[in-house]
């Protein structure tokens, strides 16, 4: 096993926000499930992480129960399930140790946010010397408010924002800033066919 897929935040905690609405691909659990599904056959390791922020009150707060895997998705007991309190998967976490373990070195990411927690993640794991394979279509994220843009913005008043960064925007330059130095960019269905091809 020298491959592992890796899940990140694709986790209820994201849907208990208004903020949902404006989600790039409401679909994404499926999206991951196919992966999931993909590793599981070809003997991948398939590691599953979660946010979570104690004490803050909020969605990504495990005393609110939103921080579980979002409902379409099942977790093998066999499949480590890891929290995490920082942006990327790594730093505040056993991952590395347990990828090291296991004999990984290629990692598939996906999940949510594109360009924070799965970008994040990708970078750190690159830096560490792992092959990685960002699967674009397997992650989803939100449009960015300008930073001088009010703290309790509506999502009406995101939207409306002409200097809010879409979604789709944020997608394509995170594919721009990975590629070629960080991570190869592929997609669910390029993996499925490759799989074909080696079966």
């Known amino acids: 096993m020298t491959r592992a897929l890796i899940v990140i935040d694709v986790q209820e905690s994201f849907r208990a926000r208004p903020l949902w609405e404006t989600i790039s691909d409401p679909k994404i659990a499926d999206q991951v499930d196919r992966l999931v599904r993909l590793a599981r056959r070809a003997g991948d390791l398939v ?20 921080v579980r895997l979002m409902d379409e998705l099942r977790r093998h007991d066999t499949e480590p399930l890891i929290h995490k309190t920082s942006h990327n998967a790594f730093t505040t976490t056993n991952l590395q140790q347990l990828l090291t373990e296991h004999g ?19 970078r750190v794991a690159s830096d560490l010397g792992y092959r990685v394979a960002f699967v674009v279509d397997a992650t989803a994220t939100n449009p960015i408010p300008h930073r001088d843009a009010p703290a309790d913005q509506s999502v009406a008043e995101l939207l409306a924002d002409p200097r809010t960064l879409s979604a789709e925007e944020i997608i394509r330059r995170t ?22 091809l080696q079966a």
């Open 47 to 66: 590691v599953w992480v979660l946010h979570s922020e104690p004490g803050s009150g909020d969605v990504f707060d495990p005393a609110l129960g939103h």
């Open 104 to 122: 990984v070195r290629e990692l598939t990411v996906c999940g949510i946010r594109t360009e924070q927690c799965v970008e994040t993640t990708t």
């Open 175 to 196: 594919e721009y800033a990975l590629a070629g130095r960080f991570a190869t960019i592929t997609t669910v269905g390029q993996l499925e066919a490759a799989a074909e």
